[in-house]
């Protein structure tokens, strides 16, 4: 189904109950020809009933597992043969590069995509998402941690000053990457999410996790670090095990290469497997210099929502959603919160190249027809 030609005014509301129990809802379009309805209905809308605040949920039940088997490393993929590819051992261009160990996710994460009908209506229920999660922290544990991301989100967020449901003296403010940069300066994510939130709600400054200024990278980076290890685990609960920092909440965007926070295609900082806080003195983003949050932490947050809304994001949405690529090549596939929830935050014209009436548990990857 092509969203581009699909009118979203009369949805089609279904769902069924998957073995693992899992809700899923489709939105299916009224005017897409010779196509089987994605699933069978729960809940069908009230006559007339039209609720566009209200998402279109398609859950995608294990996203992106491999079902041929985990490729051991990189390049070490297997081949339509049934073979597994060797690492290449060439020495011609690329010379210099080190064979990066990237995560393989093996865990089943359903992922939750909210399509809206525009991006005013997705930018609501962004907001919603966070005055929910953060009701639900407070409330668990007294204290409530979000982490945002820079690029288009933090204007995104501008509506939560006038939320009432946010208790901005037990919120903690993060960044999952900055840029190493002043704090004045029109690239510091920290001067954005302040400018168009921050200033204008009662959040204690010391409640900011702003990066150190002036620093080199790897010090800013450890600096950052460290002021998170100390945030007692009472507000920021550690994980069983590997002792990671549990976040109530990280938004996240993505860039057209598929980054998500500072984690670039191919890149070592990807392929971490341990660090909370990375520095990345070559982003082929500029600026150069940023901190990033690395992919383990991400992963160890209780919640997780990608946003990504516009047309400019519709190429990079189709890919990472029905395209499985070798992990270094997408970071946002890489983003699959153990045991927690994932969301993708879209709208019509970031969804419109989505085949979502071919999502269903039976198929597998790739979802698209190429
Ligand atoms: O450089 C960055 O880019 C991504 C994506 O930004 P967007 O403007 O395309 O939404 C952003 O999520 C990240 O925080 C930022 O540093």
């Given at each position: 189904?092509?969203?581009?030609?699909?009118?979203l005014?009369?949805?089609?509301?279904?769902s069924?109950?998957?073995?693992?129990?899992?809700?899923?809802v489709?939105?299916?379009?009224?005017?897409?020809?010779?196509?089987?309805?994605?699933?069978?209905?729960?809940?069908?809308?009230?006559?007339?009933?039209?609720?566009d605040?209200?998402?279109?949920?398609?859950v995608?039940?294990?996203?992106?597992?491999?079902?041929?088997?985990?490729?051991?490393?990189?390049?070490?993929?297997?081949?339509?043969?049934?073979?597994?590819?060797?690492?290449?051992?060439?020495?011609?261009?690329?010379?210099?590069?080190?064979?990066h160990?990237?995560?393989?996710?093996?865990?089943?994460?359903?992922?939750?995509?909210?399509?809206?009908?525009?991006?005013?209506?997705?930018?609501?229920?962004?907001?919603?998402?966070v005055?929910?999660?953060?009701?639900?922290?407070?409330?668990?544990?007294?204290?409530?941690?979000?982490?945002?991301?820079?690029?288009?989100?933090?204007?995104?967020?501008?509506?939560?000053a006038?939320s009432?449901?946010?208790?901005?003296?037990?919120?903690?403010?993060?960044?999952?990457?900055?840029?190493?940069?002043?704090?004045?300066?029109?690239?510091?994510?920290?001067?954005?999410?302040?400018?168009?939130?921050?200033?204008?709600?009662?959040?204690?400054?010391?409640?900011?996790?702003?990066?150190?200024?002036?620093?080199?990278?790897?010090?800013?980076?450890?600096?950052?670090?460290?002021?998170?290890?100390?945030?007692?685990?009472?507000a920021?609960?550690?994980?069983?095990?590997?002792?990671?920092?549990?976040?109530?909440?990280?938004?996240?965007?993505?860039?057209p290469?598929?980054?998500?926070a500072?984690?670039?295609?191919?890149?070592p900082?990807?392929?971490?497997?341990?660090?909370?806080?990375?520095?990345?003195s070559?982003?082929?983003?500029?600026?150069?210099?940023?901190?990033?949050?690395?992919?383990?932490?991400?992963?160890a947050?209780?919640?997780?929502?990608?946003v990504?809304?516009?047309?400019?994001?519709?190429?990079?949405?189709?890919?990472?959603?029905?395209?499985?690529?070798?992990?270094?090549?997408?970071?946002?596939?890489?983003?699959?919160?153990?045991?927690?929830?994932?969301?993708w935050?879209?709208?019509?014209a970031?969804?419109?190249?989505?085949?979502i009436?071919?999502?269903?548990?039976?198929?597998?990857?790739?979802?698209?027809?190429?």
């Amino acid at each position: 189904m092509m969203l581009a030609n699909t009118r979203l005014s009369q949805p089609a509301v279904a769902s069924k109950r998957s073995a693992g129990s899992r809700v899923i809802v489709c939105k299916a379009a009224t005017t897409v020809p010779n196509k089987p309805e994605p699933v069978q209905r729960i809940q069908a809308p009230a006559p007339g009933a039209q609720d566009d605040d209200k998402p279109y949920l398609n859950v995608i039940p294990n996203n992106g597992q491999w079902h041929n088997g985990i490729p051991p490393v990189m390049g070490g993929h297997l081949m339509s043969s049934g073979t597994v590819a060797p690492i290449s051992t060439s020495k011609g261009a690329g010379i210099d590069l080190v064979p990066h160990q990237f995560q393989y996710h093996d865990t089943e994460t359903d992922v939750n995509v909210l399509l809206y009908v525009t991006p005013e209506k997705a930018q609501a229920g962004l907001v919603k998402l966070v005055e929910e999660a953060a009701a639900e922290a407070v409330k668990a544990k007294g204290a409530f941690t979000l982490v945002l991301s820079g690029g288009s989100l933090p204007s995104l967020l501008a509506p939560l000053a006038a939320s009432k449901s946010v208790d901005w003296s037990k919120t903690h403010i993060f960044y999952v990457d900055e840029r190493n940069v002043p704090h004045s300066s029109a690239d510091s994510t920290h001067k954005a999410v302040s400018e168009a939130l921050l200033s204008k709600v009662p959040i204690p400054a010391a409640q900011v996790y702003a990066i150190a200024e002036g620093l080199p990278v790897g010090q800013a980076a450890t600096q950052y670090e460290g002021r998170i290890i100390s945030i007692p685990a009472a507000a920021l609960p550690r994980t069983e095990g590997a002792a990671l920092p549990k976040f109530d909440l990280i938004l996240l965007g993505v860039g057209p290469d598929g980054h998500v926070a500072s984690l670039f295609p191919n890149r070592p900082e990807t392929a971490a497997t341990s660090g909370w806080v990375l520095p990345v003195s070559n982003s082929p983003k500029p600026p150069p210099e940023r901190i990033t949050f690395s992919l383990p932490v991400i992963n160890a947050a209780k919640e997780v929502a990608i946003v990504a809304l516009g047309e400019g994001k519709k190429e990079i949405v189709q890919r990472a959603l029905e395209v499985q690529a070798l992990p270094g090549a997408l970071p946002a596939q890489l983003v699959r919160p153990k045991g927690g929830k994932l969301k993708w935050i879209l709208d019509v014209a970031s969804a419109q190249d989505l085949d979502i009436a071919a999502w269903n548990e039976s198929k597998q990857w790739p979802r698209s027809s190429f």
